[in-house]
């Protein structure tokens, strides 16, 4: 569309939660999150269990505290990008160190999630999450990514909410 610039920042931020949006992760994706030495990466993929729920039961004001809520903590736990790239999926990019330090890291935002959930009235599980590591040595293919972010979140459930895997 002819007038629209990308790089606006109202494009590429969602105003509810701060985090970037669906397509800053699509751009930085084709960037292959500016990963130039193709270090270790991992994703992580984070749904918010049942916000559908929340919002009907304790409204949407509270739903919306609960994304600002989860954005704020994958940022404070990753100190990576988050991206916002659903009403209730959430996604950060770890890329260095190793897979090893990006499970660590997954597990405490995952712990964190469930142990403040009682300030939150909500009961555990609090998030649906799935890391996915992706090979060293070699660019992000951007279908690969987004077959494995839908596939490997898919296979998360409320008894087995947390999943590690490696990508296909």
């Known amino acids: 569309m002819k007038g629209t610039d990308t790089s606006n920042l109202f494009f590429q931020v969602d105003l509810l939660t701060g985090c970037n949006n669906l397509v800053s992760f699509s751009k930085s994706l084709h960037n292959n999150f500016k990963n130039t030495n193709f270090a270790p990466a991992s994703l992580i993929v984070v749904d918010i269990y049942q ?18 809520w989860t954005g704020f903590a994958i940022k404070d736990i990753t100190s990576s990008t988050v991206y916002r790239i659903s009403g209730d999926n959430f996604v950060a990019m770890l890329i260095g160190d190793s897979h090893e330090v990006h499970e660590t890291i997954a597990r405490k935002l995952f712990d964190r999630f469930n142990s403040e959930a009682p300030q939150l009235n909500l009961a555990p599980p609090v998030a649906r999450l799935a890391l996915i590591h992706f090979p060293a040595g070699v660019p992000l293919n951007p279908w690969v990514v987004w077959r494995n972010l839908n596939e490997k979140l898919e296979q998360t459930s409320i008894e087995q909410p947390f999943q590690i895997s490696h990508a296909d």
Do not use: A, K, T, V
């Open 51 to 68: 916000l559908r729920d929340i919002n009907q039961i304790q409204g949407f004001e509270y739903g919306d505290s609960i994304l600002r």
